[in-house]
């Protein structure tokens, strides 16, 4: 896919194992897991796959990540890393286990542990419905300023998975052969707000992130040049 970052399952892997890490069995079951929930899903262009431009890119970039500034990383980070967004997809979720005796939450902390399943709920955007507010509008700013009070407290590899997940869905957009429609329109606007409003100082804020901040930055820059035109 020209301009995308589109990254194979197989190719995840092979970055993994060419870097050191053993891909277990827990790997491999949140790969499984993530593909069964995001399989079929199309980003904003409706055409290119969730999988190969966002969970297994995102997942890459993390683990780059941690091995640019030297720091340690343990299949938790991983698999918390590729699982990142399953808590997003409540339809495909109630879909797939609605024929279990338990339920989504249940097995998320059984079989990939109690932080993981805590990292999935923190990273989680709760409905909008739950927030004060006239109008929407109002209601997605109360959303994001508390989205924004539960980050700024967050452990490192909470901050590392959002800031990496925010540069990817930033930079997916600025590379979209077309940007029409309101849609578009209206997320390009609402990621440079939050950028300027949060996320680039939040990447500098301790423990700072310089690498992220720096592609952050380039993805706020390249946004802000579309939305200009």
């Known amino acids: 896919m020209k301009n995308q970052d589109f990254l194979k399952r197989e190719e995840l892997e092979n970055f993994l194992t060419q870097n050191g890490i053993r891909i277990d069995d827990y790997i491999i079951t949140a790969m499984d897991v993530s593909t069964e929930i995001h399989s079929g899903i199309k980003r904003e262009d409706n055409q290119s796959p969730f999988l190969e431009t966002h969970i297994w890119p ?5 683990v780059k990540h941690y091995l640019t500034v030297n720091r340690s990383i343990t299949s938790v980070e991983i698999v918390s890393s590729i699982l990142h967004d399953v808590m997003e997809d409540n339809d495909r979720i109630l879909d797939l286990y609605k024929t279990k005796e338990y339920g989504f939450d249940a097995y998320l902390k059984y079989r990939f542990g109690i932080r993981v399943y ?22 997605q700013l109360a959303r994001f300023h508390d989205y924004c009070k539960g980050l700024s407290s967050a452990d490192y590899d909470i901050k590392v998975i959002k800031l990496v997940d925010r540069e990817n869905n930033m930079k997916f957009i600025s590379n979209m052969p077309k940007l029409d429609g309101n ?5 390009i606007k609402r990621y440079l707000r939050e ?24 993805s706020y820059e390249n946004l802000k040049l579309l939305n200009n035109t």
């Open 183 to 187: 849609l578009v329109s209206n997320k």
């Open 195 to 218: 950028a300027e409003d949060f996320y680039l100082s939040f990447a500098l804020l301790e423990p700072a992130v310089k690498d992220l901040y720096l592609k952050l930055r380039e």
């Open 118 to 139: 805590e990292i999935c709920m923190d990273l989680k955007i709760k409905p909008l419905e739950n927030y004060p507010g006239n109008n929407d509008e109002e209601r």
């Open 58 to 62: 995102v997942t890459r970039d993390i």
